[in-house]
T-cell receptor, first 118, second 112 residues
Framework: GAVVSQHPSWVICKSGTSVKIECRSL??????MFWYRQFPKQSLMLMAT?????????EQGVEKDKFLINHASLTLSTLTVTSAHPEDSSFYICSARGGARPSTDTQYFGPGTRLTVL | GQQLNQSPQSMFIQEGEDVSMNCTSSSIFNTWLWYKQDPGEGPVLLIALYKAGELTSNGRLTAQFGITRKDSFLNISASIPSDVGIYFCAGRPQGGSEKLVFGKGTKLTVNP
């Protein structure tokens, strides 16, 4: 149980285009989903927290108009990188949590999406 | 912001050896989680700890939630080559938001 999928697993795009990444909880309802960014050899950096049906909460320094997050259902959240530039190239990972306390503290991660912007 | 001090930063061991790594914090945590991340993959949950003093095993892995609620350790017994990877501790601070705080990771290399 507690499987989270991400699609696509990798994507290469041209500068100026937009890219959408999907995060799905396959066998549980995720009340909250999180989006992280990870640079090589570094830990995970939280970008935003999204709750189903409400606006995402972005971390300081993360442009909400650049990284659009939609959490339309309890099993799906999407991250859209708008007008991507080479500096947006990174490994993007989502996580999802759900269920009853205390296990709601536990986040289950997707396999990640490698974005390369040319 | 809050930080977790994870050590060691890296370890090089021989197959069959036991491994121990830990995380400490200056503040109290309500939950401790241990994840393993392979290159190009997302972190995989190994062990979740929810109560102070809790000792939990998952195969050759054992983790404990420190009594002071400010630390946790992860032990791996009889290491094998597939244990190679980066291990992250994470926790939810007491009174904090739903966000997790992550350690910087321990890179484990196992020599066959």
């Amino acid at each position: 149980g507690a499987v989270v999928s991400q699609h696509p697993s990798w994507v290469i795009c041209k500068s100026g285009t937009s890219v959408k990444i999907e995060c799905r909880s396959l066998d549980f309802q995720a009340t909250t989903m999180f989006w992280y960014r990870q640079f090589p050899k570094q830990s995970l950096m939280l970008m935003a927290t999204s709750n189903e049906g409400s606006k995402a909460t972005y971390e300081q320094g993360v442009e909400k108009d650049k990284f659009l997050i939609n959490h339309a259902s309890l099993t799906l959240s999407t991250l859209t990188v708008t007008s991507a530039h080479p500096e947006d190239s990174s490994f993007y990972i989502c996580s999802a949590r759900g269920g009853a306390r205390p296990s709601t503290d536990t986040q289950y991660f997707g396999p990640g999406t490698r974005l390369t912007v040319l | 912001g809050q930080q977790l001090n994870q050590s060691p930063q890296s370890m090089f061991i021989q197959e069959g050896e036991d491994v121990s790594m830990n995380c400490t914090s200056s503040s109290i945590f309500n939950t401790w989680l241990w994840y393993k991340q392979d290159p190009g993959e997302g972190p995989v949950l190994l062990i979740a700890l929810y109560k102070a003093g809790e000792l939990t095993s998952n195969g050759r892995l054992t983790a404990q939630f420190g009594i002071t609620r400010k630390d946790s350790f992860l032990n791996i017994s009889a290491s094998i080559p597939s244990d190679v990877g980066i291990y992250f501790c994470a926790g939810r601070p007491q009174g904090g938001s739903e966000k997790l705080v992550f350690g910087k990771g321990t890179k484990l290399t196992v020599n066959p």
